[in-house]
C-alpha cells in the first residue's frame, strides 16, 4: 500500500480515520481532531518516508543501479565527492537536462581533482588502493572529456562559461555575451562574470552587468563581494575617485577575502572632511539597499 498510496492520499485516509461521523461542536473540538488527524498522517507516512531515504542510500544506489557506482574507488578518501558524484550520475540519468549536465560536470571534476594528487602517496601495503584510484581518476578524467563533447552546443549559461574558462572556446565566451538580455541570465553571480567578460572591451556594459547583479539580491541575501570589488576596480581606472572612495566602503563592511586599504585612495585624490561625509552617506545608502534586497535596478543603456 505505502508503495502506491500518495502523501495526499495518506492525508485523506488519516482524516477519514479520525474525522467521519464527528460533528464540530467548538474550535477546540475542531483543533483537537486536526491534532489527531496530523498524528495520524505522520504514522501512515513514516514508512513512505523512511522508504525514500533507504532508497537514497549510496550503498543501496550501487545495489540497485551499479551504473552509477562504476568506476570509482572503494576506500574512504574522497568520499564527500564520491558521494556527491554517485547522486549527481543518477539525477543525471533520472532526469536529462543541460542543468544536470553542468552538475554532473561540476562533481566529477571535483571528485578527479579531490583523487588525483593522492596519486602521489606510496603505498606501503595493499598496491591495490592506489592503483584502483589510478583507474577513478583515469575514468573520471574520460568522463569529464566526454561531457565536454555532448555539452559543446548547449546554449546553459553555466555551460558556456565552463567551455570558455576550461577550454579556452572563443564561441562559447561571445554566445555568453550575446545571451545577456535572457532571463536565465538575471541571475547575481551570471551578470558579475558577464562583467569580467566585458570589462576591457566594453567598460559601460560592465557597469550595467554589476549594477544589475547587485539589484537582483533578495532581503538579507549574502552578497557576492566580487561585484563589488569589480565596480571599486572600473572606478579607479576610469578615475572616478569619489565613486571608488564609495564603493572601497561598501567592500570593507562585505565579507571580502582581500584586506581593503581604504588609505590608498588617498594617492589617488584627497577629498576634505565635508566630502568624506556625503560619501560615506553614499556608502551608508548603499549598504542598507542591499540589506533590505532594495538595490536599484539601473536604467537600460
Not at 204 to 211: G, S, V
Not at 216 to 243: E, G, P
Request: glycine share 0%.
Amino acid at each position: 500500500m505505502y508503495k502506491t498510496m500518495s502523501v495526499h492520499q495518506l492525508y485523506l485516509s488519516a482524516s477519514i480515520l479520525v474525522d467521519r461521523g464527528y460533528d464540530y461542536q467548538t474550535k477546540h473540538s475542531w483543533v483537537h481532531t486536526q491534532m489527531k488527524i496530523k498524528q495520524m498522517f505522520l504514522l501512515l507516512a513514516t514508512p513512505l518516508f523512511l522508504a525514500a531515504c533507504d532508497r537514497d542510500r549510496i550503498p543501496n544506489i550501487c545495489e540497485d543501479t551499479p551504473q552509477f557506482c562504476v568506476d570509482l574507488h572503494a576506500d574512504s578518501w574522497c568520499k564527500f565527492e564520491r558521494t556527491a558524484l554517485i547522486r549527481a550520475r543518477k539525477q543525471q540519468a533520472t532526469l536529462i537536462s543541460d542543468a544536470n549536465d553542468y552538475d554532473l560536470l561540476l562533481k566529477v571534476s571535483a571528485y578527479h581533482d579531490c583523487l588525483d594528487p593522492l596519486l602521489a602517496i606510496e603505498y606501503t601495503r595493499r598496491k591495490e588502493r592506489k592503483t584502483d584510484k589510478v583507474d577513478a581518476v583515469y575514468h573520471a578524467k574520460a568522463a569529464i572529456d566526454q561531457l565536454a563533447v555532448d555539452t559543446k552546443d548547449s546554449d546553459y549559461p553555466e555551460l558556456l562559461l565552463w567551455h570558455w574558462r576550461h577550454e579556452g572556446s572563443q564561441q562559447a565566451k561571445a554566445r555568453f555575451i550575446e545571451l545577456a538580455e535572457r532571463p536565465e541570465m538575471q541571475t547575481p553571480d551570471l551578470q558579475n562574470s558577464l562583467a569580467e567578460l566585458l570589462m576591457l572591451r566594453d567598460r559601460t556594459r560592465a557597469a550595467q552587468a554589476l549594477h544589475t547583479a547587485l539589484s537582483l539580491y533578495n532581503k538579507s541575501d549574502i552578497i557576492n563581494s566580487d561585484i563589488v570589488a569589480n565596480l571599486l576596480t572600473l572606478a579607479i581606472n576610469q578615475k572616478r575617485y569619489q565613486d571608488a572612495w564609495v564603493w572601497t566602503r561598501v567592500l570593507s563592511n562585505l565579507d571580502h577575502q582581500e584586506n581593503i586599504d581604504a588609505s590608498r585612495l588617498d594617492v589617488y585624490a584627497h577629498f576634505t572632511e565635508a566630502e568624506q561625509q556625503a560619501l560615506q552617506q553614499q556608502a551608508d545608502r548603499i549598504l542598507e539597499q542591499l540589506k533590505q534586497g532594495r538595490y536599484p535596478v539601473p536604467s537600460p543603456i
